[in-house]
C-alpha cells in the first residue's frame, strides 16, 4: 500500500487553480515535515512548499505568494492550493513526509497549465 496518494493535478488554463490533496494513511500529527515537490521534464526536483509539524510555512521564491500549503489533521491530508498559474508551473508535484524514522514520497500528479 502506498502511503501517499497525491490526487487534484489536471490540465488548467494560464490564471487559473489547482487544489492538490496528499492522503497519508497514517496520522500526521507526528510527522516532523511535509513539503510539496514539483520535477519538470529536464530538471531537478525543486521544493514547492513544506509545513512543519509546528505550522512554519516555507514557500519557494518562484511561488510569489501564488500557493498555499496548509494540513489538516483530522484528515491525514496535506493540501497545495495553487492560483494564478502559470505554465512555468507545469511538472509532475509529488508530495513528501517525514517522520523520525521514516520518509515517504508520493507517486506524483501532474499539473499542466496551457491553453
Known amino acids: 500500500q502506498v502511503p501517499l496518494v497525491e490526487s487534484g493535478g489536471g490540465l488548467v488554463q494560464p490564471g487559473g487553480s489547482l487544489r492538490l490533496s496528499c492522503a497519508v494513511s497514517r496520522s500526521i500529527l507526528s510527522a516532523l515535515y511535509m513539503g510539496w515537490y514539483r520535477q519538470a521534464p529536464g530538471k531537478q526536483r525543486e521544493l514547492v512548499a513544506s509545513i512543519t509539524g509546528g505550522g512554519s510555512t516555507n514557500y519557494a521564491d518562484f511561488v510569489n505568494g501564488r500557493f498555499t500549503i496548509s494540513r489538516d489533521n483530522a484528515k491525514n491530508t496535506v493540501v497545495l492550493q495553487m492560483n494564478s498559474l502559470t505554465p512555468g508551473d507545469t511538472a509532475a508535484y509529488y508530495c513528501?513526509?517525514?517522520?523520525?524514522?521514516?520518509?515517504?514520497w508520493g507517486q506524483g500528479t501532474q499539473v499542466t497549465v496551457s491553453s
Open positions: 513528501n513526509v517525514r517522520y523520525t524514522r521514516q520518509t515517504y
